[in-house]
């Protein structure tokens, strides 16, 4: 068995706008807490507390920018890179993930709903989740970060064809 060919299409570049700004803000919350444990552990002398760490409280803030800095920001292009789709015939192809890769292969006969839904930074940028819900186990398969009128093209294809494939099926 040969390796499974990459589906079709990318996402929106802008998805990497997205992405970014998600990152922006979990830094800040990431940032914003080791200041507040900084400040909290400063100058202490708990036991649980090593004597190194409360007398230079202000390295932990600077390890975490050092630690997740990098990360936060690689972690959108590389996200970019990975997210692929694909519709093809009566399936939906999509691969996602990084260090665990997600292949995701929808049957259009087996799609009860179609919906697309949008964040705040999604809407912002013009961006688009498709969530594809089906009656299996598995339930929903969502593609993230599609230019809004390709969801809504997408989206209506899906619903158009399931219903086609209903019809045949009765």
């Given at each position: 068995?040969?390796?499974?060919?990459?589906?079709?299409?990318?996402?929106?570049?802008?998805?990497?706008?997205?992405?970014?700004?998600?990152?922006?803000?979990?830094?800040?919350?990431?940032?914003?807490?080791?200041?507040?444990?900084?400040?909290?552990?400063?100058?202490?002398?708990?036991?649980?507390?090593?004597?190194?760490?409360?007398?230079?409280?202000?390295?932990?803030?600077?390890?975490?920018?050092?630690?997740?800095?990098?990360?936060?920001?690689?972690?959108?292009?590389?996200?970019?890179?990975?997210?692929?789709?694909?519709?093809?015939?009566?399936?939906?192809y999509a691969r996602s993930g990084f260090l665990t890769r997600e292949w995701v292969f929808v049957p259009v006969s087996r799609i009860q709903t179609v919906d697309k839904g949008?964040?705040?930074?999604?809407?912002?940028?013009?961006?688009?989740?498709?969530?594809?819900?089906?009656?299996?186990?598995?339930?929903?398969?969502?593609?993230?970060?599609?230019?809004?009128?390709?969801?809504?093209?997408?989206?209506?294809?899906?619903?158009?064809?399931?219903?086609?494939?209903?019809?045949?099926?009765t």
């Open positions: 068995m040969g390796a499974l060919r990459d589906p079709a299409n990318r996402v929106s570049p802008k998805a990497i706008r997205m992405w970014l700004l998600e990152s922006l803000v979990a830094f800040v919350f990431l940032l914003g807490g080791s200041l507040l444990v900084s400040r909290w552990i400063d100058g202490t002398d708990w036991s649980w507390v090593p004597r190194w760490l409360a007398a230079d409280a202000w390295l932990l803030p600077v390890g975490v920018m050092a630690v997740t800095l990098p990360f936060l920001v690689a972690e959108p292009f590389v996200r970019y890179f990975v997210h692929r789709w694909e519709l093809s015939g009566d399936v939906v949008q964040g705040w930074f999604e809407r912002m940028l013009g961006l688009a989740t498709l969530e594809i819900r089906t009656a299996s186990h598995a339930g929903s398969s969502t593609i993230k970060g599609l230019d809004y009128r390709v969801a809504a093209e997408v989206a209506e294809q899906l619903a158009r064809r399931a219903e086609e494939l209903r019809d045949d099926a």
